[in-house]
């Protein structure tokens, strides 16, 4: 009878174990799971911000390529005779 009655006080605490892992698990996955979602929200809102800034980047290297070469222009311009005869007037 005692042996029947601490069997059945192991097996409850066991289940009464289990339980309290199970909802440890589950707390512990539902907080990973908030977190995953925080980071990859916040991580598609950083790679947004450096892709508009990256287009705005190759949009004034445009620019300035296009500077360059309206100097370069320029300055081929200076090099030719009819230039030079109207720059020593």
């Known amino acids: 009878?005692?042996?029947?009655?601490?069997?059945?006080?192991?097996r409850l605490q066991y289940e009464k174990?289990?339980?309290?892992l199970d909802e440890d698990l589950r707390k512990?996955?539902?907080?990973?799971?908030k977190a995953q979602a925080k980071f990859c929200n916040e991580n598609a809102a950083q790679v947004l911000q450096l892709n508009e800034r990256m287009q705005e980047a190759k949009k004034l290297l445009s620019s300035v390529q296009v500077m360059f070469d309206k100097t370069d222009d320029i300055n081929f311009m200076k090099n030719t005779k009819s230039v030079k005869i109207l720059m020593d007037r």
């Open 1 to 10: 009878e005692k042996v029947s009655q601490l069997k059945d006080e192991v």
């Open 17 to 20: 174990l289990h339980q309290i």
């Open 28 to 33: 512990t996955m539902d907080i990973l799971d």
